[in-house]
């Protein structure tokens, strides 16, 4: 029987973390990325990250199989309540779960910072290719986002054009009169 689990990413993740996101990088457009950054650059990202918010891992039988994590909306203090989502699985291992139970433990993680809206930036094909697919955002859908809003043509990889969607996730409740609950504070470190 499969033993899957989410845990909190460590440093030493780094190495498996870069291969599952190499291969989006190398072979897709869900990544407007067009090289596979170093690995020390990816520890980097990876550190600065964790530094303020989380970033989790998915295992399934002892193997890492994937990652999500959660960043700064827009880097101003009227966002400190909202973030921004990622997430990647190994291209092997989609269709297990995997990615609703990711998502479903960096909401909780994210509702205990104080975070009250989820965004996800997502590549968006005019027309489905080999590179690109509603996919992504036929998976944030069904977790509960909605669209919020549509960049045409505002990414060139692979000698194509590609769109960019937002897509939102209300996971809180906004007070009235802009109250901090005391629980988030995007500069009292997270």
């Known amino acids: 029987m499969d033993q899957s689990r989410i845990r909190s990413a460590r440093p030493e993740d780094a190495e498996r973390l870069l291969e599952i996101y190499g291969y989006y990088v190398e072979h897709t ?4 990325e067009y090289d596979v950054p170093s690995l020390s650059c990816f520890r980097q ?13 998915a295992e399934l039988d ?3 199989l994937g990652y999500a994590y959660a960043g700064p909306f827009i880097r101003r ?3 400190d309540w909202s973030c921004e989502t990622t997430i990647y699985l190994d291209h092997c291992a989609r269709k297990r779960g995997l990615g609703r139970k990711l998502y479903g433990a960096l909401e909780e993680r994210l509702k205990e910072m104080g ?5 996800a930036c997502i590549a968006y094909p005019e027309r489905e290719d080999e590179y690109l697919t509603g996919n992504s955002a036929d998976f944030h859908a069904h977790l509960g986002f909605s669209r919020a809003g549509e960049f045409h043509r505002c990414g060139f990889k692979f000698g194509r054009w590609y ?5 939102e996730k209300i996971i809180g409740v906004h007070e009235e009169g802009g109250k901090r609950d005391g629980k988030h504070s995007a500069r009292a470190g997270r």
């Open 45 to 57: 990202r990876m550190a600065e990250t964790m530094e303020k918010y989380p970033y989790l891992i």
């Open 77 to 79: 203090a009227a966002y």
């Open 62 to 64: 002892g193997k890492v």
């Open 115 to 119: 975070i009250l809206n989820m965004y």
């Open 163 to 167: 769109n960019m969607i937002w897509m």
């Open 29 to 32: 457009a869900i990544t407007f």
